[in-house]
């Protein structure tokens, strides 16, 4: 499950937060705004300017998964007040998807998401930063102002030769107390490039829904989830959940997800529910949209998970939950075979009780580093804020269980080991 973004922290991390969404640096040229009545005499005093980067920038962060790749690309625009204040920003990070013997596939999937590109490019106006700004001035001329942005940004859930998912966070500023935000799935069959639909997931969609209902109902219950929702009603769980845009295949499972507001309140942000694919294939999930990479099974909140983690032959029995979720008081404990390494290990504890870490969004995973051999190790992901620059960063945190209450750290990864575009190399360094 995940909390995502700054939910409780001041305004201006919130927003330096939504700004470093993703990597990469443009190269801009400067132009100016078409002159329109409200700014003229703000034009008159101090330049504005517009930064316009060149026709999408391309990302570092691409990699080839099986028979797909996927390139992430830039574009921004930013609307200036000489040279130090940003009035306005508008950004899109996109994919340009590349399947190996394929294209018409790989043409139809990266239509669909240029479509999508060409849209907010259309929506996206700094008319109402500029009037505000003017406003503002005019009012109190010592006030500070918050550059106001949209922006759109998407992150590969999944990339394989049958399945190529999406998770695309839209987010804005237009003032006030905190920007907002809201999510879309979007699932491709790599194979035709056509847009998965709920009801291909299975051959009797109607015993899938229930299914799947009655699971994240079961979800819902924990103490966890109970903590950060209005309720548990499966009418409204339904009404919000049971729609084409919210929901997406990951390496993990099916997530369903409701946006701020919809099953919580804002600081809840958006809600997650995981279905993993064990539990799908009982569910009825067709074969060709079931995950065969490597072994990533997320650990449900306060549920018991048995598996053999150091590969002797014997199950451990694992168990991870966060308590006393989204309040000042909240601990992450993770049990194997009755111990709290949360609490017993040293560097486990510091890395999910120290102050640098908005530690309520941890996750744990099971996830087989190295499939040649017979262990499986232990992820930890959260989001890693380091106060000095107001930067909020992922990271995960890799560990290995040696058997006789032994628990090895291996080092930590900058990014998910759920984005299956990076690349990851683990290091000590801290």
């Given amino acids: 499950m995940k909390w995502k973004k700054v939910l409780f922290l001041p305004v201006f991390l919130f927003l330096l937060c939504l700004s470093t969404a993703c990597a990469g640096n443009a190269v801009s040229s400067i132009g100016e705004v078409e002159e329109i009545g409200e700014i003229k005499e703000i034009k008159a005093k101090r330049e504005i300017q517009a930064d316009i980067s060149q026709p999408s920038f391309f990302i570092e962060r691409t990699a080839c998964v099986s028979s797909v790749s996927i390139d992430f690309y830039t574009d921004e625009q930013s609307t200036k007040m000489g040279d130090d204040t940003i009035l306005y920003t508008s950004k899109c990070v996109y994919p340009v998807v590349a399947i190996e013997g394929n294209e018409s596939a790989a043409d139809k999937i990266n239509a669909d998401i240029w479509e999508r590109v060409e849209a907010f490019r259309t929506n996206a106006s700094s008319r109402g930063a500029i009037q505000d700004y003017q406003k503002i001035r005019e009012d109190n001329p010592e006030r500070y102002f918050v550059g106001y942005f949209d922006e759109e940004i998407f992150t590969a859930a999944r990339a394989d030769n049958k399945v190529i998912s999406f998770l695309v966070t839209s987010q804005y500023y237009i003032g006030g107390a905190h920007g907002m935000y809201y999510y879309t799935g979007l699932n491709y069959d790599t194979q035709t490039g056509e847009r998965i639909d709920f009801a291909d997931l299975s051959g009797n969609v109607a015993a899938f829904w229930q299914d799947a209902l009655a699971f994240i109902q079961e979800i819902a219950s924990s103490a966890a989830y109970r903590g950060i929702m209005w309720g548990n009603d499966a009418d409204e769980l339904q009404e919000v959940l049971y729609q084409e845009h919210k929901w997406y295949l990951s390496t993990a499972g099916l997530i369903f997800f409701s ?31 079931a995950y065969t990479g490597t072994k990533t099974i997320q650990l449900q909140t306060e549920e018991i998970h048995f598996l053999d983690l150091d590969g002797d032959g014997e199950e451990e029995e694992i168990q991870f939950y966060i308590d006393e979720m989204g309040s000042g008081d909240t601990n992450v404990h993770f049990f194997i075979d009755g111990i709290d390494y949360a609490v017993a290990h040293e560097e486990l504890s510091r890395q999910l009780s120290d102050d640098n870490y908005i530690f309520c969004w941890a996750e744990c995973f099971l996830y087989d580093v190295d499939s040649a051999d017979t262990t499986t190790e232990i992820a930890f992901q959260m989001n890693y804020t380091t106060w000095k620059d107001d930067i909020v960063t992922p990271y995960t945190f890799l560990y290995r269980y040696e058997g006789g209450g032994i628990l090895t750290y291996l080092g930590r990864i900058e990014g998910t080991i759920t984005d299956p575009t990076a690349a990851f190399h683990i290091t000590k360094s801290e």
């Fill in 259 to 289: 946006n701020p507001y919809e099953l919580g309140p804002f600081c809840s942000g958006e809600i997650e529910f995981l279905i993993p694919y064990s539990d799908l294939e009982a569910m009825g999930l067709k074969d060709n949209y």
